[in-house]
C-alpha cells in the first residue's frame, strides 16, 4: 500500500533552516509528481510546493518563492523540501502529498506530518 514517512521537522529560530524528507513507497514514485503542503494552527492546509516525476519542473506557493526548495531522487524514493530563511509564520506542520492511479481512479495519499516551529 502507499505509505509517505515524513522527517526533519524541528524547532529553529527564525532565519534558520531545515531539511524536510518524505520516503514513499507502494507505488511508482518516478511516475507521480509529489508535493509539500502546510498546515499551520487554525488555518487551512495549503500547498507550498510541487516537483514533476521526472523533477524537471517546480512550483512554489508565493509565501516561499525564493526560500523553499524542493528537490526528488527516483532512486531513493525520496522528495525533500529545503526551507531556508525561515520566518515565525512558516511555523505549521509540513506534510507530503502523492496522487496516485489506482483501478482507474485518482486517489490523494498523505504521510503522517513533521512539525516545523520557528521562534526565537
Known amino acids: 500500500q502507499v505509505q509517505l514517512v515524513e522527517s526533519g521537522g524541528g524547532l529553529v529560530q527564525p532565519g534558520g533552516s531545515l531539511r524536510l524528507s518524505c520516503a514513499a513507497s507502494g507505488f511508482t514514485f518516478s511516475t507521480y509528481a509529489m508535493s509539500w503542503y502546510r498546515q499551520a494552527p487554525g488555518k487551512e492546509r495549503e500547498l507550498v510546493a510541487v516537483i514533476a516525476s521526472s523533477g524537471d519542473w517546480t512550483n512554489y506557493a508565493d509565501s516561499v518563492k525564493g526560500r523553499f526548495t524542493i528537490s526528488r531522487d527516483n532512486a531513493k524514493y525520496t522528495v525533500a523540501l529545503q526551507i531556508n530563511s525561515l520566518k515565525p509564520e512558516d511555523t505549521a506542520v509540513y506534510f507530503c502529498?502523492?496522487?496516485?492511479?489506482?483501478?482507474?481512479?485518482?486517489?490523494?495519499?498523505w504521510g503522517q506530518g513533521t512539525q516545523v516551529t520557528v521562534s526565537s
Open positions: 502529498k502523492a496522487k496516485v492511479l489506482s483501478l482507474s481512479t485518482m486517489y490523494d495519499y
